[in-house]
């Protein structure tokens, strides 16, 4: 069964920092891309960063570019995405989702989907 597990969200105060983590099982690692999606309340779904893993392309939104890193350990499994600068519009439900090949930042293309960790940045 394909699971991915996210882990590392919390309450941090703007400017602080948080890392989060995206372990998967059940599929062959190396072979997908993971994307890191956000969602607040009222909004649609955002893709703020994603890594192919056979080629460790990654990209990253204009909302985080510079602040937000994503890093992939295979040995691991698992994918993280360290936060920096952390500001009160971060704040949202953070989901990692799995797709075969490379990389979108479209959530739409996604076919296996954590079940979420909340960050909550105050002001």
């Known amino acids: 069964e394909l699971q991915l597990v996210e882990s590392g969200g919390g309450l941090v105060q703007a400017g602080g920092s948080l890392r989060l983590s995206c372990t998967a099982s059940?599929?062959?690692?190396?072979?997908?891309?993971i994307g890191w999606f956000r969602q607040a309340p009222g909004k649609e779904r955002e893709g703020i960063s994603c890594?192919?893993?056979?080629?460790?392309?990654?990209y990253y939104a204009d909302s985080v570019k510079g602040r937000f890193t994503i890093s992939s350990d295979s040995a691991k499994n698992t994918v993280y995405l360290q936060m920096y600068g952390l500001k009160p519009e971060d704040t949202a439900v953070y989901y990692c989702?799995?797709?075969?090949?490379?990389?979108?930042?479209?959530?739409?293309?996604?076919?296996?989907w954590g079940q979420g960790t909340q960050v909550t940045v105050s002001s």
């Open positions: 989702a799995a797709q075969f090949g490379s990389y979108s930042p479209n959530s739409g293309e996604y076919n296996y």
């Open positions: 059940g599929f062959p690692f190396d072979d997908y891309a």
């Open positions: 890594i192919t893993n056979m080629d460790s392309t990654t």
